[in-house]
DNA sequence: CTGAAAGCGCTTACAG
DNA sequence: CTGAAAGCGCTTACAG
């Protein structure tokens, strides 16, 4: 365990005594200006971050304000990843450890700024909820507090991630609709854009393989641009039967585009997505889709944590949990 | 300021040492069963809740976990709440406070459970995103931290409320259709269900009799059942050349309606909504909405929960916040 | 301008 | 089985 930084400490360092160093770092009165410089460096050197648990039980002040928000307006698949945090927060109460939802805003992801959560030592570690920047996560790193990445990884960093198994999950829905009668069946999805999308398609290569069904270039569609920008989708001019989308964003705009062109969605093409979020349930056609386990995804990343806590060594590396393939109504037997 | 029930306190009563206090509240050994149950009964009589401040300060553990979301996944009207949530705990930073999101489980708010971070004494107050039950509401009242209802209010119970101004919101998005020529305009929404929808419809009313336009009971379109759930609408004969929905979702609803019975919209029929949630922006035709100004009613929820704190007698009743209208193209000139 | 003392509410290790 | 003492890391009130 490393030894924790206390006002103490600065106080040795400077032969001063830590009633100084409070004064100094809350720019009280009753300390020489110089004196104050002095501290404020030796605590920026030293790493010090306030103690605000006992700043609070001092002050009889906890510093927090809950915010409180019925279930009935997460629920829907309405927000991805409220959703996601409500079984984070909720599984995190039954070890007794409470979550501190911290929106990272753009600005400080740019600059590379830490919540202030961890400065002033609020939490005991963090989970990442979604993918955030390259330097970003250089920085995350660096801190002496467990990490776990859920619903997203990094390749060239060793951080433990919990994510949702996009090769399988991909696999199975592609084999669905094999099973369904489908073989004309078509990607949607950038193959270079984010590794979930690159694994979704594997999957579904997957499933074509070991059906003995070529694969077609024609077949895989692109999605967006080099910026990542969704693009109007190109329909293939030899029309598959069915069409395998990265997400239901996706599918649901692939619908549209087919109906504007006169396809009915299921009757002339099928089409399944993935994530079973707003977007599958929005449209006349519900789609069939691959529903995240976030609880489980959830439940894992929380045990990886608390055991990281005991056990800072601990590596768990990437773990997939598998998600189930949700039947609605974009498929039709043919 | 009310006295905290400490283990002292406990112990005094009993005549024991908050030693024994602390190890028979934890099912720690050394405390005889009977003096732990005694112990145990008085804590709960007494409405002893533990300061987990203390508790932490001494095991230099927060029992708390940060879960961090990129702004990134949270933008383009994706969660109503999230949304709301990201200015409110922004916001508190600006007074050093921080937040933290609790979902109130369908299960707890039936049976009127309180939150673990409120008997944990995690948090100085809370705040109300969003309507909870009646019954919710009367526990809530009877806790000794400051509360402030925010986007609702209750109309029996004098708690502080923010909500968006409903009522001159509909008023000033219906007055811009009369203003683009219209005067046969209706209005879609129980004028019971909510007294967000009552107001909008105020408002609404209000619009017309200051333009001296008639009221048609037959331009009042329900758009849900007894229980609340939305119901298939139903086009007066008489058609509109104009409809005010009660929320985006509705008029999205609408829309599609009104396009299954070949009107273009806004060509034949302009709609306009309210909320400039998601679903004013994934239908073709992005509706004319209001906006809800989530950054100055977060801000001024939090005034008012700042404010209570150190003058727990502050009364501030309801607060309007004035939203925005938002032009997009759901509307035609006639 | 600087610091010794007390205390916030707990828990742990030890003594009886 | 029970409790006095020490300590977690701060801040406040007071003394010098």
Redesign the pocket.
């Known amino acids: 365990m490393i030894?924790?930084?206390?006002?103490?400490d600065i106080?040795d360092k400077l032969?001063?005594?830590?009633?100084?160093?409070?004064?100094?770092?809350?720019d009280?009165?009753?300390?020489?200006?110089?004196?104050?410089q002095k501290i404020k460096i030796v605590a920026e050197d030293m790493g010090?971050?306030?103690?605000?648990?006992?700043?609070s039980?001092?002050?009889?002040n906890s510093y927090n304000i809950g915010v409180i928000i019925a279930e009935k307006f997460t629920g829907n698949n309405k927000s991805f990843y409220l959703s996601f945090y409500k079984y984070i927060s909720r599984i995190l109460e039954e070890y007794h450890y409470t979550a501190i939802l911290n929106i990272l805003n753009y600005e400080d992801e740019a600059q590379l700024n830490l919540p202030r959560i961890y400065y002033e030592?609020k939490v005991d570690g963090f989970i990442i909820l979604g993918q955030v920047s390259k330097n970003y996560i250089e920085i995350l790193k660096n801190i002496d507090l467990p990490i776990v990445f859920l619903d997203f990884y990094d390749e060239h960093i060793d951080i433990d991630s919990v994510i949702t198994d996009n090769f399988y999950g991909a696999y199975e829905i592609t084999n669905y609709l094999i099973r369904n009668g489908h073989r004309k069946i078509a990607y949607v999805g950038n193959l270079n854009a984010t590794s979930s999308i690159q694994d979704r398609f594997l999957g579904y290569y997957k499933s074509l393989l070991e059906h003995r069904i070529e694969m077609n270039n024609d077949y895989v569609i692109n999605d967006r641009d080099k910026n990542g920008k969704v693009i109007e989708l190109q329909l293939p001019s030899d029309m598959p039967t069915a069409f395998v989308c990265n997400c239901d964003m996706i599918a649901y705009n692939l619908i549209k585009k087919l109906q504007e062109n006169d396809y009915r969605v299921p009757e002339d093409c099928s089409v399944v997505g993935f994530d079973n979020d707003i977007y599958s349930t929005i449209s006349e056609v519900k789609i069939t889709t691959v529903e995240v386990n976030m609880e489980e995804m959830a439940r894992t990343a929380i045990k990886c944590i608390i055991e990281k806590m005991t056990n800072p060594k601990q590596r768990y590396g990437r773990i997939s949990i598998k998600g189930n393939v949700l039947i609605k109504n974009s498929v039709r037997t043919i």
Do not use: C, H, Q
């Not at 030894?3 to 103490?8: D, E, L, V």
């Not at 009280?28 to 104050?36: A, C, I, Q, Y």
């Open positions: 030894k924790n930084i206390t006002m103490k106080a032969g001063v005594s830590k009633v100084t160093v409070s004064k100094a770092l809350n009280k009165e009753g300390v020489s200006d110089e004196l104050k010090y971050r306030i103690n605000t648990l006992a700043k039980l001092k002050e009889s030592r």
